[in-house]
């Protein structure tokens, strides 16, 4: 079974930084492609920012610039580096991988349970 524990969410003011963590452990999967989506309250979830191992990376047009994304294979880990930071960036963030399954060969989805990021005039 794969987890996804996500970290370093909470209160931040206008124009500060910070950052999330999202830890991803299991066994018999490949980590294909590691990311951030948030969804704020009555909108839509929406894509923050994505990296493929060992590719590209992907960011929404609303953080290009500010925010930075970066993974550690190592640790399975993927970070979020939220810089100069708006009140329209609160919302809860969501942990998202994609994963080929070792045993089916099937690729998989997972989620985190959501961590919240409030930025404060």
């Known amino acids: 079974q794969v987890q996804l524990v996500e970290s370093g969410g909470g209160l931040a003011q206008v124009g500060g930084s910070r950052t999330l963590s999202c830890s991803v452990s299991?066994?018999?999967?490949?980590?294909?492609?590691m990311g951030w989506y948030r969804q704020a309250p009555s909108k839509q979830r929406e894509l923050v920012a994505n990296?493929?191992?060992?590719?590209?990376?992907t960011y929404g047009d609303s953080v290009k610039g500010r925010f930075i994304v970066s993974q550690d294979m190592a640790k399975n880990t993927v970070n979020l580096q939220m810089n100069s930071l708006k009140t329209e960036d609160t919302a809860v963030y969501y942990c998202q991988i994609q994963i080929t399954d070792t045993n089916s060969y099937l690729r998989k989805d997972y989620w985190g349970e959501g961590t919240q990021v409030t930025v404060s005039p």
């Open positions: 299991g066994s018999n999967f490949i980590i294909q492609v």
């Open positions: 990296i493929v191992t060992g590719g590209p990376t």
